[in-house]
Structure formats: structure tokens, C-alpha cells
């Protein structure tokens, strides 16, 4: 059977569909290869969009030896092998990494010298914006490019040239199908019509349907859709719309994030959106993280159903959140207060509050500053009242 993912790779930046902003003739990517100018570049996007199809065609327009690896089973020794192949070389090697983002430090420290000196030409690949999990070494001495997802334009032309090179047949409804479920993923729409094709060469809607009963869903951890979805829920929970705060959990649990990430998330939520305001939130959402970690789905969806809407409904404050970002920016930015002398350890003259029944004035800065700034608004307001009552 023909291996449909192989049969329509492109072999030419003019054969690539959906990705002309890096293809067409006047894109700075293009131009760079062609004038043998690319520099070591990260590639990532959604699964299908062609990265891999992408390296290979700049490996072929630069006419690079092209070596290709995975992340997760690369071996240090596998790269320091081809380094000293092509150590005195004319032509250097183009080694492609796929899910860059999951390089181990190890591997990355060995990558760094012969970046530095292009002896090798790095391209990697990720669903994920791999600049998050590189040393700020490599990202310095790099590229980043991003692939969108393939639109349906792109996709049927696709279909038609699978159509047209194995002798295949579909009507409009079924081919609408074929294109819609891929969910932007050319490789996951191929392969599709590749198992259908084994099965007949008049592809049917039913044919379809019997090996694909529901669209691919854009998982959560493909390039972009993850943050999307993540800062959907956090401004839904932020903004108190318990609904939408619902749907985007939802949509991040069908999408295959994992119930410790959305818990994590609601714990920082828990002290930067909530915060004193009520306080129990942060016990709640890190009650939450452990509970999860230890039941996992499908019922933690239930518990981290229940921590959003308690989240939700909670009253809001970002005091603490603020409080500490000022502190910061002075303490980045301003001269260093010395500590005074009466709050030093084994200091004379300070002043044991609890003898005074709780609460005595005295000096803990030089000079006096202000960081936190207590909202009227839930518990928050009982402490700002407190505070002010025993300050007189």
C-alpha cells in the first residue's frame, strides 16, 4: 500500500501548500536558503503543518548532508560522531532535531560549541514554541519560525493530488468530511484516505466515518492552542464567568492536558487573581494539585471542576500579586536599605510585640515604603480594617 504521507511530501519550497509565508518566493526563510544564508532555526507548529517536509527541503536547497533525530532518544554520542566526521569538512551536515523542546541540558551544552562555530547547521522542531525550554545560549544563536496550522484550501488540494496520483474517488460531502476531521493536520488527513483507499478506491462517507467517528480535536499542547486555551481559562475564572471557565476546562481536558498542569495553574490563579480576599482559595486549589496527582482522570475533571467554579465565585484581589512585583522593581532598581540595628539578630532595643500585647510601633525600614495596597473587597477588607485599627 502506498504510503500517502511519502507519495505528496513536497521536495521544492513551490510544492509546499499553507505554509507561504516560509515558502513563497519573497519570504525572508526562502531567501536566506537560497542564498546558502540560513543560520540555525527552530521550527514549531501544530502536528501535519510540514516541519519535518520543511527541514528536508532546506537541507536539499542548501544541499547539506541531512541528519535526522528525535529528542527523546537522541544520544550524545550519536551527535559527537558526526561532529568529528564533518570536523575538517568542506561541507557541514544539517542535523534536525524533532521535539527540540524535550532536549535534556546535556544534550543542549553539546549542541552550543559547534553552533557557535557553524561547523553544523542546527534545525529543530516542536509543537511547541521551543524557546521556553532552551538555554538562552542556543537561543541567542538562533532563529525562531513558526508554521501555521494547514487550511482547508490547502488541504483539499492535498486530497486532489492524492486523488489524481492513486486513481481515488470521492463526492463532495465525503471529501468536506475527509478535510474537516483532520482538525488542520495534513499527515492525520492522509493517512486517513490511505487506510480508506485499502479499503476501496470509490471512497464513501461511511468508509470514513467507520475508521474516523469524530473530528481530531487540536490537543492542548500543540503550538499556540495551549496557551490560548490556558490564558482562556485563567481570564474566564479572573473575570468570574463560571461558564466559559467550564468550557475551557473542558475543552482542556478533551484536548489531553494533563490534570496536574490546569491544577498547577489554579494554584498560582489562587494567589495572583484571589488572593486575601479569601484566603481558603489557595488551600482549596492546592488540595486540588495533590488530589489530582494522585487520581488522575477521568474523576479528577471532577475536582478541578469543583475548584474552578470555587474559584470563580470567589472575591477577587491581585494586592499580593502587586504587593511583591513592586517590591522587586525597587529592590532591582533603587539603592539597598541596610536592615536597622534593632531587628539584627541579637540586637539590643527591639521591641517584642507579644509583650505589648500584640502589636508595638517601631522602625523595620530606613525609610518608609509602600508595597501592598489591601482592597476593600472580601477577607481582604477585614485585614486592611485590622491593620489600620492597630496602627491607630
Same mark, same amino acid.
Given at each position: ?22 515558502? &513563497? ?287 470563580? &465565585? ?5 494586592? &499580593? ?25 541579637? &540586637? ?45
Amino acid at each position: 500500500m502506498s504510503d500517502f504521507t511519502q507519495l505528496l511530501r513536497p521536495n521544492s519550497f513551490d510544492e509546499m501548500v499553507g505554509q507561504e509565508h516560509l515558502s &513563497a518566493s519573497n519570504a525572508p526563510l526562502r531567501i536566506l536558503c537560497e542564498k546558502n544564508a540560513l543560520g540555525h532555526s527552530f521550527l514549531y507548529g501544530p502536528a501535519g503543518c510540514g516541519k519535518t517536509s520543511l527541514a528536508r527541503i532546506i537541507a536539499k536547497e542548501m544541499a547539506l548532508p541531512f541528519y535526522e533525530f528525535n529528542a527523546t532518544s537522541l544520544k550524545v554520542e550519536q551527535l559527537r560522531k558526526i561532529f568529528e566526521q564533518y570536523k575538517n569538512a568542506l561541507q557541514k551536515p544539517l542535523i534536525f532535531i524533532d521535539e527540540v523542546h524535550r532536549l535534556a541540558k546535556n544534550q543542549q551544552e553539546v549542541l552550543l560549541p559547534v553552533m557557535e562555530n557553524n561547523t553544523v547547521l542546527v534545525i529543530g522542531a516542536s509543537t511547541e514554541n521551543p524557546f521556553f525550554s532552551l538555554t538562552s545560549a542556543i537561543r541567542s544563536r538562533s532563529m525562531l519560525f513558526e508554521l501555521k496550522a494547514i487550511d482547508t484550501t490547502a488541504l483539499h488540494t492535498l486530497v486532489n493530488k492524492a486523488k489524481k496520483k492513486e486513481n481515488l474517488t470521492l463526492d463532495t460531502q465525503t471529501q468536506e468530511y475527509l478535510v474537516l476531521t483532520g482538525g488542520g493536520d495534513a499527515r492525520a488527513m492522509l493517512k486517513l484516505l490511505e487506510f480508506a483507499s485499502n479499503i476501496s478506491s470509490h471512497i464513501t462517507l461511511e468508509i470514513l466515518k467507520s475508521l474516523r467517528p469524530q473530528a481530531l480535536q487540536a490537543g492542548s499542547s500543540e503550538a499556540g492552542v495551549h496557551y490560548e486555551l490556558i490564558s482562556a481559562l485563567i481570564k474566564s475564572i479572573r473575570g468570574s464567568d463560571e461558564n466559559a471557565a467550564i468550557y475551557y476546562l473542558a475543552r482542556l481536558i478533551e484536548g489531553g492536558e494533563s490534570a496536574d498542569f490546569i491544577a498547577r495553574r489554579l494554584v498560582v490563579l489562587a494567589s495572583e487573581d484571589v488572593g486575601n480576599a479569601n484566603p481558603q482559595a489557595l488551600t482549596l486549589t492546592t488540595s486540588t494539585l495533590t488530589s489530582v496527582s494522585k487520581i488522575g482522570f477521568p474523576e479528577a475533571r471532577i475536582i478541578l471542576a469543583q475548584a474552578v467554579i470555587y474559584l470563580c &465565585a470567589s472575591p477577587k484581589s491581585n494586592a &499580593a500579586y502587586e504587593a511583591i512585583n513592586k517590591a522587586l522593581s525597587y529592590v532591582k532598581n533603587d539603592t539597598l536599605l541596610n536592615v536597622p540595628n534593632h531587628i539584627k539578630p541579637n &540586637a539590643e532595643g527591639y521591641l517584642y510585640p507579644h509583650d505589648f500585647g500584640g502589636y508595638v510601633k517601631q522602625a523595620y525600614l530606613t525609610q518608609e515604603l509602600h508595597f501592598v495596597s489591601l482592597k476593600k473587597i472580601g477577607f481582604e477588607m477585614k485585614m486592611k480594617e485590622w491593620l489600620e485599627k492597630i496602627k491607630g
